[in-house]
């Protein structure tokens, strides 16, 4: 049988399933200028109702007419026709599916539930915490604590913990209800003493790997991001420090992006923390291991280093060495010639270097000029 468009499924099984309710406003199709009603409950146009409008303009009438008297000659259903996956696929519930996957994840310690079946239920909470009101709802349905414990603890392989890790960061990034709930909980020094097995040093036998320390500060990053009072705390508890002193210094190039960006965000939303009065007495290091980073392959770690340089400025102009300048200089034109090499002279993201870099070395002149010339 040749299966009908998706607009004609969509107002097929709208209509043979029941699924609007007996109080929902009839078959409306309204253009983009009309007013939308209202659904029962006053919440709303209604989802339902806007799906079948979708399908309705989005579907031959003689085409669904003859479909209708088809289903009705032959006594077929939805199911009959498309199977029960492509029912439950449309109209899952998302509330049911999370409850569920926080059961299984919450049965880590389980040995006979094995990393495959962990890493499945993960990558699914995962998708569902994407949505806002989902990750909101994760602390109520007992998700958080699990997902803390198993990315922070030693009972799964290091892939497992590095999963629920990056799930946590997803529920927590731009969510203030989640930041709050992981602050209850202890969740931030908790996630701050895992940093020690961050550090690069293969010296630490407890050292973590590279794929586990990206997605472990991806979770400290979204409970820190957009919240200055988590960055104060978070100030406090030397993560700046660290993402300065380690995480720019970190031999994968992958922790020393996050540490950038995670450096330049923060201090444009808390310009004040308490950790830039040590910058003084580590600006020959940053200073060196930024322009390392200019001067690299790698023109991503490039652009994000010229950023903070150019955060660093112009919260503390007076920052870096008096031989800073010409150095800067040199890292970047060696950048912008690799960069030229690689996508051709002309080309965005070379210019977008050379505009940093520009901003850079006019911040850098203004602190040469004597009080005459201001």
């Not at 289903?71 to 492509?86: A, R």
């Not at 200019?294 to 770690?301: N, Q, T």
Request: net charge negative.
């Amino acid at each position: 049988m040749q299966r009908p468009a998706f607009g004609l499924f969509l107002v097929v099984s709208s209509l043979a399933c029941g699924c609007l309710a007996q109080d929902a406003p009839r078959i409306t199709v309204a253009n983009e200028d009309a007013h939308v009603p209202a659904s029962a409950d006053g919440s709303g146009s209604d989802p339902m109702q806007d799906l079948l409008n979708w399908g309705i303009q989005n579907s031959d009438p003689e085409r669904l007419k003859e479909l209708m008297q088809k289903y009705k000659d032959k006594n077929l259903t939805i199911k009959d026709v498309y199977g029960q996956d492509m029912i439950d696929a449309m109209f899952v519930n998302e509330g049911s599916v999370m409850k569920d996957m926080v059961v299984q994840i919450a049965d880590f310690e389980n040995q006979s539930v094995s990393d495959d079946n962990l890493e499945a239920s993960l990558e699914r909470l995962n998708e569902l915490v994407e949505q806002v009101d989902n990750a909101g709802n994760l602390h109520r349905m007992g998700g958080l604590r699990p997902l803390l414990d198993l990315g922070l603890g030693h009972v799964r392989s290091e892939p497992v913990r590095a999963l629920a890790l990056w799930t946590l960061g997803v529920a927590a990034q731009n969510n203030h209800p989640v930041q709050a709930d992981l602050m209850d909980m202890g969740g931030l020094p908790l996630l701050l003493g895992s940093l020690p097995l961050c550090t690069g040093s293969k010296a630490n036998e407890e050292a973590a790997g590279h794929e586990y320390c990206g997605k472990l500060l991806f979770a400290i990053s979204g409970l820190v991001k957009n919240n200055q009072t988590i960055q104060a705390s978070a100030d406090s508890q030397g993560l700046f420090d660290w993402l300065l002193d380690k995480g720019m210094e970190h031999p994968h190039l992958g922790i020393v992006k996050k540490s950038l960006a995670l450096l330049d965000i923060t201090l444009s939303q808390s310009p004040n923390l308490q950790f830039l009065s040590s910058l003084p007495a580590k600006q020959d290091v940053a200073s060196t291991s930024l322009l390392a980073h200019i001067a690299g392959s790698d023109m991503d770690a490039a652009e994000k280093a010229l950023r903070l340089v150019n955060r660093l400025l112009s919260l503390r102009p007076m920052l870096f060495r008096p031989s800073f300048r010409p150095e800067l200089l040199e890292a970047v034109a060696s950048a912008v010639k690799k960069c030229e090499h690689l996508h051709g002279p002309g080309d965005e993201i070379c210019d977008a270097l050379a505009d940093l870099a520009k901003h850079a070395d006019l911040a850098l002149a203004a602190r040469e000029l004597s009080d005459d010339e201001l």
